[in-house]
């Protein structure tokens, strides 16, 4: 039997990055002469990158802007972003224990995410939780994202593992269907950037906290 990989959205998921992706996102819009975005609009626009973000956050504020404009925006919130990334995110609590105990037990771990590969790195060593990882795969990794399902297929083989044991674990409704798409089982938190129940989107398993996820494993791996 090949070794079960657990593979990992970032944003949301394992970290708790809102805080300081919102800040970014306000200064950045703020040197432009643009109102900030509330941070519960805010917290809702993470999950499909940087770009996305301000997308999204400029409908939420109703502020149209021209494709050059979101272009200087994008390069000023990555380098504002890389130089505060770990200001105030924090992982959420029993991550590096549950991470600590799967790699114990053999699992392979990686991290596939909507966040660029370099920034997700970044994070990820700052936090001290890099090491966990077989594999840390982006947007631009290859040049694809959530939610296609071949950035799944592509990072599970990346960190040396096999679809055909693999669970995929997030926190919103494209996590849900990149994994879908994949023919992977999903285990979605309940504590990240969504903005309905994840419930709603009829993950496998659905946790309230990282030090539940070995047993939502052990049922997914059980069939249960």
């Known amino acids: 039997m090949p070794r079960t990989t657990i593979a990992f959205d970032l944003d949301g998921t394992l970290v708790d990055t809102a805080p300081d992706l919102i800040d970014t996102l306000n200064v950045v819009l703020a040197r432009e002469g ?25 409908t939420a504020i109703r502020r149209e802007v ?22 105030r995110s924090r992982p959420f609590p029993g991550v590096e224990r549950a991470l ?21 790195r970044q994070l990820l060593e700052t936090l001290r939780l890099s090491r966990y990882f077989a594999a840390i795969c982006g947007q ?38 990149t994994a879908r798409a994949a023919d992977i089982s999903v285990i979605a938190v309940d504590f990240g950037y969504t903005e309905r129940p994840i419930a709603e989107f009829n993950p496998d398993h659905v ?5 539940d996820l070995e047993n939502a494993i052990a049922r997914v791996m059980n069939g249960a």
């Open 140 to 177: 631009d990794t290859f040049a694809v994202q959530k939610p296609d399902p071949a950035i799944l297929v592509r990072t599970i083989a990346a960190a040396g593992g096999n679809t055909s044991a693999a669970i995929m674990v997030g926190d919103s409704e494209t996590d849900v269907l």
């Open 66 to 87: 021209s494709s050059a404009e979101l272009d200087k925006l994008f390069v000023d919130f990555i380098e504002h972003y890389s130089a505060h990334i770990a200001d």
């Open 34 to 58: 643009i109102p900030p975005v509330p941070h519960e609009q805010a917290r809702l626009s993470i999950g499909g990158g940087a770009r996305a973000m301000i997308s999204r956050g400029l």
């Open 207 to 211: 946790i309230s906290h990282f030090d």
């Open 100 to 120: 600590e105990r799967l790699s114990a037990d053999d699992y392979i771990l990686a991290v596939c995410t909507n966040k660029l590969e370099g920034l997700s």
